[in-house]
């Protein structure tokens, strides 16, 4: 086991504990004071983002003395003590986790801030900037977790603290089943991804620190070599995406988070961005040797998943009308390309794990930009989500809809901002893939149609929501929110614009961990330069459509006629969950067994129940109170322990 | 020789202590009191960090006392409990309450000699001078139900010193020598496996086994809470640890008699700890399910949780039982951490209502959240500690105890005390719904001091709770 001594401990472990647990204690602390006085409540929020804060210097004091110098030449410093049998809890901290921890705390805190203002008068603002701390904290908490146990449990926290904030605002019922929703779903997923870690426990038990991540980034081929097949690790794997699948919303479990828009806004801007569905992408990072050591069936499967969720959001997006939906479906399509980035590394090796985390990175600026400017527009619309009666905002508040331009172009991957880089970069990864293995064609062909896709769905609502003239008399009176709401719109737009200069920077910090130089793709120009052509087109196709209104979206979804309700109807997929699998199928199970449960169960229960009762007013007489009977009592105990030896040893 | 005299500090400043309230006859109340606590409180603090310096090449031997790290480990055990327990006598209503003072250090004092004693003889005098002593405090103060409290005790008492007095003449007679460490050779297996039984009844009767229980039970709750807590806890262990002492050193034989079946007097002695301790779990367990009377209801826990303890003879199966001490100190060390802290702490609950409405009732508790919220949590805490929930200490006591079981084959054993878990979740948790959804019916006074002190264990309990894992690697 790796055991340090306490003696181990130096300011960087110090600082990596205090990172997450900064924000968990700020939790309590917030619901006290917010409870108890009325200025608590009002300084809630900044004790929040004030809390964040410290969490986002603790990790770039890290960062920044980056030797991460336990041992010299090391990448990572590893801090672990016991806990249950041969489970340990402690820090892991290496590049891909303080890379993470930078950006959960810094778009975090972000996010805090605007929320200061977004949240103001709400009236239980202490609950949620508690929680939303516990949120954060338990993000931090997972990505610098040292074992899989351990960072299962902030997994959960942060799901269960996700439960809370979509259903913050509980008496709405939309939100109220949302949150239950996201819930379930999730659920799905974290069955699957436990047994996954029990596989993975099964596999990993004999040697002497299972699931940590240390071990499980060092040792994977030495445990293969010595006893399991790579099938076992590939079920593993595959089991773990499951895992995957319901907290990163990839297909088919992505149903919970376009409900879970019910929430405030700047809880889908935490989920989204920083806090939520990047678990699962860092989950599948964390361990990635799993999947290259395993069959290959394992990768390719993560690959697949990642491009057909890609797509599939994309042609979602385009039909949906609520600006917060179409958001999310945009964060599912982008939460596709990070997955199928890892994927492509079956072929290509571990360093792809850089371009997918610089696509995370990227990405969560330029949604926690979009969810905030939305945030914004919804502040001052009073709730009203509907893109259709928006329009003309663009003159009405100016700075929110320039931000979400920029957020916009970012997100379609137009060239000089961050999103060109670390987009186009994971298409040109999956054709450089397909060069080695046919088997990655649908893949790059499945996100190219997704550059698309995505430009069409981001533009559509960008030209609905800032051009033309405004359509409700909520949207003739917008103006831009207070500044506190303002800044971070700003920096968060400033990141998206230079993020990229950061790539090869990006890359190189990050495969030192692989110690792997960056990939020179060679690959055709016009390739390369397809997925920006495509963009262009969307462009164009979005322009026509919804701004100059050239054409009608309307007669193509009536000509295109069933396709249209398909996709409309979000590929039936919320159909076979909820009136199939649910409602039928599960309320057949559930009658079955409650009727087992009724009256196999609670008679067994109540049975042995009424048994006890009766021996215990049995024994009961027992106890005469009467001391001669003890002493007899304890007599005759002893004369039958006497006959008990006797017999036992056969003889005196 | 400095070196030993330093870790002989808190015996020997304990026994300052005592001497110093005896000889000072016309001390008022409050010096006999803080005297009493001090030293209790500083030979804690330098037993503790006697532990904390975890010396364990420390050892001197002679031929009736062996001092080793282990005394030392449950002495503080029971200077813990014993420190709650005399701060708490202040209530006690009673014109010389200062004997009490001075017996409670003398029994710990007793209790220290009692389980580092390797022989006989003086073994049964120290456990003794321990029994007599708090014959002496179950009869305080003098009412009637206190009274009755002490006699009980002491005419069982009485009889088992008997019992034990018997025993320790056939061991003799058996093995030619009184030491439980060293003996060489025995000449007759029969009087050799007789006074080991003789000796399993009479220390027995302390830790409160099956048929040998009755007492406890009246005891208990006849007693004050505050002398129950110390009775239920400290001097429960430290029979606990005699038996340990003496059963896991005696001499392995097989059995010269049966030709075909081969046992041996560590395979006799554990089929019977097996019978016994399932017998005591499920009779503490079962009949505590249709008490009303709260402090009732912690003494027939007690009694099932003394089952749980007697389930590590079990391991007397192996031949090479001896190996397995440090193993059974470490773990009943656990064990016995979170039963005198969830224990001591429930019946100084109890002490509250005592002191203030005589009665314990569970009527008497309802709706104790309303009326007195910190006790009411800190009890809450204590009893799910009692029932084993898991980040509290109860938990993690048995859970190591079953873990110890199920590792060396008494998977079944450890099936049995997780069934009793579960069994005894029901009264327990009974309770927490008294005192949380039902109304207030009788008024109490709150003692804060009490209160803290509750607090105190409460705390305690969930935080050594989340650490023993921790605990149990280092010391393991």
Redesign the interface.
Known sequence: MVINSLININQYVIAAFLIFLVPVIMFPLILLIGKFSETGKRISGILATTGIFISFILSWFIYSNGTFSFNPGDYYFNFEFPWFGNITWGVFVDPLAITMALMVSGVSFLIHMFAIGYMGKDPNKHVYFAETSLFTGGMLGLVLSANLVMFFLFWELVGLCSYLLIGFWYFKPNAASAAKKAFIVTRVGDVLLILGLAVLYWMTFSSNDPLSIYNLNTQIPLIISRMHSNLDLAIAGALILGGVAGKSSQFPLHVWIPDAMEGPTTVSALIHAATMVTAGIYLVARIYPIYLYALPWAGLLVLYMGAFTAFLAGTIGIVVNDVKRILAYSTISQLGYMLAALGVGIVLGESTVGYSLYHLVVHAFLKALLFLSAGSILFMLLDVRDIRKMGGLWKKMPITISAMFIGALTLIGFPPLAGYFSKDAIISLSYYGYLHNTALFWAWFLLLIGAFLTTVYTFRMFFVVALGKPKSYAAENAKDPPWVMIIPLIVLSGLSIIYGLFQTDFYNFFNGVYQMTTMHFDIPWYIEWLPFILVLFGLLVAYLFYASYKLNPDTVARKSGIFYRIVKNKYYLDVLFTNIIAERFMVILAKLFYAIDKYVVDGIVNGVGIIFRILSEYFRKIQTGIVQYYAAIMLAGLIAILITVFILIGGI | MVYYYFYMAPIILILFAIISMILIPFMNKKWIMGISSTGIFISLLLSMYVIITDNRSFYTSSDFFTISYYTYLFFMLFSFIGLFSSLSLRNVKERDVSIYYILIPFSLMAMYFAISSNNLISLFVSFEAASISTYALAGMPKEKRTLEAS??YF??GA??SG?ILLGISYYYISTDTFSIISVNGVNN??LY??SL??L??GFG?KLSL???H??A??TYTGARATVSSLLSTASKIMALIIMINIFFNIQYMK?P??SH?H?TTNG?LY??FI?ISILTMF?GN?????QRDVKRMLAYSSIANAGYMAMIFSLLYYDSYKTFIPLIYLVIFIFSLAYVIMKGGSFLAMENFEAYSKSTTLDDLSGLSKRSPILAISFTVLLFSLAGIPPTLGFMGKFYLFYTLVENNFWWLALIGVINSA?SVYYYFRVVMYMYWKEPRVEIKKDTLLEMVVLLMAILAVIIGILT??IY?IMG
């Open positions: 006699i009980k005419v069982i009889l088992s019992i297996f029969s496996i007789l039984v003789l399993l009844v009767f099956f048929p040998f009755n007492w039970v009246d059995t008699y049966s079946i046992f006799i089929i019977l019978i009779y079962i009949t505590a399910l249709m069994i894992p921790y690697s």
